[in-house]
């Protein structure tokens, strides 16, 4: 819950307050846009999911940062052209997202069981099945940020250009 908490203060932050770098993309730029590869997402997208899952070991600070920064970068593109960067967003941001927030449960797992030992809730800091829930969480996150950078490398481009191209005339309204 905390994880889903942090990212969406992000997100209201940036719907807020956005990044004006966002309204650089315009539906002209469409046709000549290029897909990223998905080595580069999922370089990109593996540093950030370890980061959050490693911020177990720093009491989650730089899950905090993370998981706040991805949700203000989500609110700033959805606060710009809101059909065009669905368009360029819904196909792979479901599940990269998904990946992000569970990640950030990873990386606040260690310290909750930390602090609900030092308040006496448990008889030992972690057990096997912390342990556990903690890898699976990892793993998790990481399954789901590898479907998403192929989605995105692949599919999302083509799905936003035919959307957008069926849709021409609304868009002009």
Same mark, same amino acid.
């Given at each position: 819950?905390?994880?889903?908490?942090?990212?969406?203060? =992000?997100?209201? /932050?940036?719907? +807020?307050?956005?990044?004006? %770098?966002?309204?650089?993309?315009?539906?002209?730029?469409?046709?000549?846009?290029?897909?990223?590869?998905?080595?580069?997402?999922?370089?990109?997208? /593996?540093?950030?999911? /370890?980061?959050?899952?490693?911020?177990?070991?720093?009491?989650?600070?730089? &899950?905090?940062?993370?998981?706040?920064?991805?949700?203000?970068? &989500?609110?700033?593109?959805?606060? &710009?052209?809101?059909?065009?960067?669905?368009?360029?967003?819904?196909?792979?941001?479901?599940?990269?997202?998904?990946?992000?927030?569970?990640?950030?449960?990873? =990386?606040?797992?260690?310290?909750?069981?930390?602090?609900?030992?030092?308040?006496?809730?448990?008889?030992?800091? +972690?057990? %096997?099945?912390?342990?556990?829930?903690?890898? &699976?969480?990892?793993?998790?996150?990481?399954?789901?940020?590898?479907?998403?950078?192929?989605?995105?490398?692949?599919?999302? +481009?083509?799905?936003?250009?035919?959307? +957008?191209?069926?849709?021409?005339?609304?868009?002009?309204?």
């Amino acid at each position: 819950m905390a994880s889903l908490s942090t990212y969406a203060c =992000g997100v209201a /932050f940036g719907e +807020l307050y956005p990044d004006p %770098q966002f309204n650089l993309i315009k539906e002209e730029s469409l046709a000549t846009m290029k897909a990223p590869s998905t080595y580069n997402l999922l370089t990109n997208n /593996f540093r950030l999911i /370890f980061i959050m899952v490693a911020g177990s070991f720093c009491l989650g600070t730089p &899950t905090i940062k993370n998981l706040f920064l991805n949700g203000y970068t &989500t609110g700033s593109v959805l606060s &710009t052209n809101l059909k065009l960067m669905l368009a360029l967003f819904v196909p792979h941001a479901i599940l990269e997202i998904s990946a992000i927030i569970i990640a950030g449960a990873a =990386g606040f797992k260690i310290p909750y069981e930390i602090l609900r030992y030092l308040l006496g809730r448990k008889e030992r800091i +972690l057990t %096997q099945e912390d342990i556990k829930e903690y890898l &699976t969480l990892a793993l998790i996150s990481i399954i789901l940020i590898v479907i998403a950078a192929w989605i995105e490398a692949n599919i999302t +481009l083509e799905i936003a250009k035919t959307v +957008l191209g069926s849709t021409k005339s609304i868009l002009k309204k």
